[in-house]
Each structure stands twice: as C-alpha cells, then as structure tokens.
C-alpha cells in the first residue's frame, strides 16, 4: 500500500485542495458542504489520476529511467505498467462518476468541464502526442486546476461566475503551476536528454527559475486586485515566499530541489487557509 501512496504523489496534492476550499469560502452564505465535498473529490481524484497516468506514461517511454525525485512506479518497478495504468483509470473513473453526481445536483454544463479535464489529464503524458512534451503543461495546470477548479467550485455552489471568483482562481492557478514548474526545473536535464521538451527544457535553466519566482509573486500581487483588506493575510506568507525564491535563484538543483517541492504545496495549502479565512472575515 505505502508504495501506492508514494505512487499518487501526495505532496501535489495541495493543488486540488486548494482551489475548493478557497472558492466554498467565496462562496459565503451559498456554501454547501455537500457540493464542496463533491467537488474536492473530484479534484483530489484527477490529481491522483493525472500522477498515476503520468507514471504509467512515461515509465513505458523510458522518460522516467534516470529521473532524480519521488519514486516512480513503473520505472522502479514497484508496479507493472498494467497496475499502474488501472490505477490512473480507476482514479479517474471516480473522478467521473463524483462529477456526475455534482452536475446532477448543481448544473449539467459541469459535465463538459469534467470531460475536457479527463482527457487533459490522460493527454498530459499520455497518447501519441502529449502536450507536456512541447511545453504546455503549465498552461493546462493553470487552466484546470486553476481556473475551473476554482471557478468550477464555485459555480456549482453559487450558479453564478463572478469577478472574484476569476481574481481568487488566479492564485491558486499560479500555485499550481509552482509545483509542476518545480519539478520540470529538477527535471530538466534529463527531459532534454529524451526529448520531452518541457516549458523548463525551452525557457533554459536560469529562464525557468525566473518564470517559476514569477508564478510566486503573481499569486501574492493577484490578490491585492480583490480590494478586502482581510484577503492581505496571504502577505503574511511572504517570509516562506522570498526563501522559495531565494532558494530557487541560488541554484539549487537536482535532489537538492526535491525538499522545494514539498514546500511549494505546504505554501500553496497554507496560502489558500489564509485566504479563504480572509474572504469569510470579508
């Protein structure tokens, strides 16, 4: 079991914990708890698929033979290829099925969103041309784990989109990005070396770092656009903030990057507490 755990990545799971629980909390007295359950279930599953999938994926591709970080599955050969694209499958069959039972009790249009999540979670690594291969994969983060996590939660709460509920999915956009653009830059070299051209492998080494110190400040001056002076709580992890950056421009690479990763998420999940404490005190 302990490897299945390993296998589903959990110190990515912050970016789909986070995007819920700052969109219930904009969401104020339209809060359901049930559709908030629903729709985290339905985060936490595709990020469990899309790690799964991406196991699956490039361990049969050979990406995976000589990357530095958490254990991989089908590389190690802790687990068949067989087990782990079952995995991925049965991740993203619950995924499924939790976003059925949200659009049913929330809105039908929900049920193209899901759709295009799941094959975008498949497509990341997956198939004949995979988009995290020319680079996109940040963008695709951003986009759905992002905006229409958050948006999405949202919108099944309250029926409704509105300008905060595009600034607040911002951050947590942003976020989410950290932690894939992390791990690319751990990543890089070896990526290159098998051709999976990653934002990180076209940006450059140095590039990169400064693309991922952007996605860290965006996240906070994002904020500052929702004009509640109670959201400015998230400033006071700037401390946390600034020695990310400080670590990330010194250089540190390979194994040396692996503990960022793990305080990336920590930073994202204590970012969104914060400001969703800040929305409901609005």
Not at 89 to 101: D, E, Q, S, T, W
Not at 113 to 139: C, D, M, S
Not at 224 to 241: E, S
Not at 274 to 281: H, K, M, P, R, V
Request: charged fraction near 10%.
């Amino acid at each position: 079991m302990n490897k299945w755990i390993a296998g589903a990545r959990p110190k990515t799971l912050p970016a789909a914990i986070a995007p819920v629980a700052v969109a219930s909390a904009l969401a104020g007295n339209n809060f359901d708890p049930l559709l908030a359950l629903l729709a985290l279930l339905v985060s936490l599953s595709l990020q469990i698929g899309v790690n799964y999938a991406n196991d699956y994926s490039d361990g049969i591709k050979g990406t995976d033979d000589n990357r530095i970080g958490p254990m991989r599955l089908v590389a190690s050969g802790a687990a068949s290829a067989h087990q782990v694209r079952n995995a991925a499958y049965m991740a993203l069959g619950c995924g499924a099925v939790f976003g059925l039972i949200l659009a049913l009790q929330s809105s039908l249009w929900l049920l193209v969103i899901g759709a295009l999540a799941i094959v975008a979670a498949w497509g990341y690594t997956g198939g004949k041309n995979p988009y995290g291969y020319f680079g996109f994969g940040e963008l695709a983060v951003f986009v759905f784990f992002g905006l229409v996590a958050t948006m999405g939660t949202y919108f099944a709460q309250t029926g409704a989109l509105t300008w905060n509920s595009l600034i607040v999915a911002i951050p947590m956009g942003c976020l989410s990005c950290a932690l894939l653009a992390i791990n690319n830059i751990r990543d890089r070299a070896a990526d290159e070396l098998v051709g999976k051209r990653t934002l990180a492998v076209r940006l450059g080494d140095s590039s990169a770092r400064i693309a991922f110190i952007a996605l860290l400040l965006v996240a906070h001056i994002s904020v500052l656009l929702l004009l509640q002076p109670w959201t400015l709580l998230t400033l006071l992890l700037l401390p946390m903030t600034f020695a990310l950056i400080k670590q990330i421009h010194a250089g540190a690479i390979g194994a040396d990057l692996i503990p960022l990763l793990g305080k990336t998420g920590k930073l994202q999940l204590r970012f969104a507490i914060l400001l969703a404490l800040g929305l409901l005190l609005s």
